[in-house]
């Protein structure tokens, strides 16, 4: 049974170009979730996909868009990448009849240069 | 502003004490999570708690929710290096996005 798998699991790009990052939930997980998680922080949620439709979203700028397919895995995506972008992006997954009990990707590290 | 605050933020002990991390908040969860990360590598989720007042048990781990489920409490027995790591707690808000705490960064010396 196959858990969270994101990729690329590193990645060094330069201020203002754009990034994509990519999830495959959990078997049997029709929801994901984006986190970032700056260094010594708790993650911070980003936003939730459902049935390929952003559901929620917290407090991150319109660079911030993502997507997600009808197999279920999604994609982030960040534009005009800023210093502050660089962090952890983690993705969970969840089903979404059962609650809110999500389970984690290993991440994706993004570093801004 | 965190919506969940934990504490302490860092702590440093000898393998064999006993430990305790609060997290709390104002607002009313429905349910509470706690994970551990270590470096490099995503949040694993340790327990869900549900009920007010309830307690689980997790080998040398005990995770209790408060009554007024605003709160919970992770103790941890005779701890050992191997418990080293980031520990987080997360609720539901009132718009069923999981919110975290910043998180107690646990160091076990052997």
């Known amino acids: 049974d196959a858990g969270v798998t994101q990729s690329p699991t590193h990645l060094i790009k330069t201020r203002g170009q754009q990034v994509t990052l990519r999830c495959s939930p959990k078997?049997?997980?029709?929801?994901v979730s984006w986190y970032q998680q700056a260094l010594g922080q708790g993650p911070q949620f980003i936003f939730q996909?459902?049935?390929?439709?952003?559901?929620q979203r917290g407090n991150f700028p319109d660079r911030f868009s993502g997507h997600q397919f009808p197999n279920y895995s999604s994609e982030l995506n960040v534009n005009a990448l800023l210093l502050g972008d660089s962090a952890l992006y983690l993705c969970?997954?969840?089903?979404?009849?059962?609650?809110?009990?999500?389970?984690f990707g290993e991440g994706s590290w993004l570093t801004v240069v | 502003t965190q919506l969940l605050e934990q504490s302490p933020q860092f702590l440093s002990i000898q393998e064999g004490e006993n430990l305790t991390v609060y997290c709390n908040s104002s607002s009313v969860f429905s349910s509470l999570q706690w994970y551990r990360q270590e470096p490099g590598e995503g949040p694993v989720l340790l327990v869900t708690?549900?009920?007010?007042?309830e307690v689980k048990k997790l080998k040398r781990l005990t995770f209790q929710f408060g009554d007024a489920r605003k709160d919970s409490s992770l103790h941890i027995t005779a701890a050992q290096p191997g418990d080293t790591g980031l520990y987080l707690c997360?609720?539901?808000?009132?718009?069923?996005?999981?919110?975290f705490g910043a998180g107690t960064r646990l160091t076990v010396k052997p």
């Open positions: 078997s049997g997980h029709d929801t």
């Open positions: 996909y459902y049935e390929e439709e952003e559901r």
């Open positions: 997360a609720g539901e808000d009132n718009n069923n996005d999981m919110r």
């Open positions: 708690v549900v009920t007010g007042g």
């Open positions: 969970a997954s969840s089903f979404w009849r059962s609650g809110n009990t999500i389970y």
